[in-house]
Structure formats: C-alpha cells, structure tokens
C-alpha cells in the first residue's frame, strides 16, 4: 500500500496522469515504511501528513506518523512506532504506548501547521492528542474527568477550541467544547458542558482498569505445542513478537447490595489481534449490571497495541 499523485487536466482528460509519491527518508525509522496510508495536507498544502506501518497494515496496528516536505519529498517520522508501552509513564492522562488508529482526522493540522491531531487507543483507553512538527514533542492535553479518563476525542475544532466526546462506564456519551493553549495542552477557560449525561445510569457503582501481568496468560499458553510451520511458508511469513508487559482488563460493579458469596461475574474475552474492548460506557454492560452481574473486560494484547 503506497501513496499516488494524481494530476488531473481539466480541459484534457487524457493527460490526467496518476503518479508513485517516491519519497526521500531523512532519518532512519521513515527507512523502513512498508506501507502509507490516510494522508492529510497542511493548511498550505506545502507538507503532507501519513500514517505508515513496518510490513503488513493489520488492522489497529501500530503505525508511524510521518511529514513529507511536498517539494523535496524528504519525508521523516514525527511519532515513531512504539515496541513497547513505557511502563515508566504512571499518569494515565500522559500515557502514551504508540498510535493505534486507523485513520487521520479531517482536519488533523492546526491552522498555523505546528500541529497534527491525532486520537489513539491507551490500553483501553481512548484519548486524543497531539505533535508539534518541529520538535516532534508529544503534547497531552486537559480531559474533561483528567485522571478519570476513559474515552475522549475530538468530533470537530475550530482554531483551538475543541468538541469533544467524553465516555465512561458510567457516563454514556457526553459532549464539551474545551478551549486549549496549544503550547501547554491547559485549558484557557473551564469545560462547557453541552450535553452531559453523566449520573443518566445507576446500575454501575463504579469502574476501574487493571494491568494484567502478561505471565497469567503467557506461562500457561507456553505449555502447548504450537503446530510447525510448513516450509512452503517459512520464507513468506513475518517473524513472530512478544512481550512481557501488562495488558488491562476492565472491571464493573453493580449498585446494587452483594450477596454474602459476592458479586455472580460475568468474564468477556475480548481483545487482540484484531479487537478492542474500551472503557467507555455500553448499554450491555449496564443491562448485565442491573441483574446485578460484576464485569470483567479483558482487553488482550494484539495488534491493537498494549
């Protein structure tokens, strides 16, 4: 998967030609590009925003952020791919484990063209965030619940006030217009509530996320024998990766009274490769509660990230 140029005429539809952007790497990581994918020209169209991936665009696969310089080309990474989730990083409203999205927003540039917006999954969290260009510096901004984050993105901007969606296990669907200094990430004035729904559910008491030692699953799984690779496809296959860090799940309590042996707990499998299960409100989870079930959503590591 690459990126085209197409040059259309508008008095002569035969000399419409479609061009391969041969872009020029000026560091090491835009080197390695596989595949391009959802690109977005700055407000002066003199640079061209991309996300690309190593090898094969799975789908939520961690990808690059990439700027190419129209005129030249040269084309260097902004946000690297991430191997590994900085474990480190103990704010959850300054995490930041790789760009797990599959597209870049409409509008992804600032005005001025310092920034590109992006939103991306956290575990299972999804928030946005953004990159100054120059200094490739990743910027998180003030959330509505801060600490309390679960789901925030951008639905639309204009210059630097934000519509954001804000969702949590206990607050379906909400929206706030937020006025940010692009420089800081702080707010410049407080959160305008548009439509707040929290307190709308009462059958969820409360929420929490959980890191998971990867050993609880890996040193079971490690016991069985996986199947030998043909040797057909040992030259075509892409080496295998692992990790030992964390995964999450998520846990929800009912409001409800316990019953002496505890709470009855319904377990969803979900995640990885190819899923995702955020911490955001869902009116199945809420049913679940109001029969008085304990929820535990299990958001295994994949290609969606950590």
Request: charged share 20%; glycine share 6%; proline share 8%.
């Amino acid at each position: 998967i690459t990126l085209y140029h197409a040059v259309l005429d508008k008095e002569d539809q035969s000399k419409n030609v479609v061009k391969k952007l041969d872009l020029v790497p000026v560091d090491d990581e835009s080197k390695i590009i596989g595949t391009m994918r959802s690109p977005r020209f700055s407000p002066d169209g003199k640079q061209l925003a991309f996300l690309a991936t190593r090898d094969v665009a799975t789908h939520g696969t961690c990808s690059f952020l990439c700027v190419a310089d129209w005129d030249s080309k040269g084309t260097s990474t902004v946000i690297p791919i991430h191997d590994e989730p900085d474990a480190s990083e103990l704010d959850v409203t300054r995490a930041f484990n790789g760009l797990f999205t599959g597209s870049l927003g409409g509008n992804a540039w600032s005005p001025d063209g310092k920034y590109i917006y992006v939103v991306t999954q956290v575990g299972s969290r999804v928030m946005w965030k953004y990159v100054e260009i120059t200094t490739k510096s990743l910027i998180s901004p003030e959330y509505v619940e801060d600490a309390n984050v679960a789901v925030e993105v951008v639905l639309d901007r204009k210059g630097d006030y934000f519509l954001v969606m804000v969702s949590s296990p206990t607050r379906p669907p909400s929206v706030f217009l937020v006025h940010i200094d692009p420089v800081t990430g702080k707010y410049r004035a407080p959160p305008i509530a548009i439509d707040d729904q929290q307190g709308s559910t009462k059958y969820i008491k409360r929420w929490e996320v959980y890191s998971i030692p990867a050993s609880v699953s890996d040193v079971p799984a490690a016991e069985k024998k996986l199947p030998d690779t043909p040797a057909i496809l040992k030259d075509v296959l892409i080496p295998p990766v692992s990790s030992s860090s964390d995964y999450e799940a998520t846990v929800m309590l009912p409001s409800s009274t316990p019953p002496t042996d505890g709470y009855p707990v319904i377990l969803e499998l979900h995640g990885g490769p190819h899923g995702n299960s955020p911490v955001m409100y869902r009116g199945m989870c809420d049913f679940w509660t109001a029969l008085g079930f304990a929820i535990v959503t299990v958001n295994y590591r994949g290609s969606t990230g950590f």
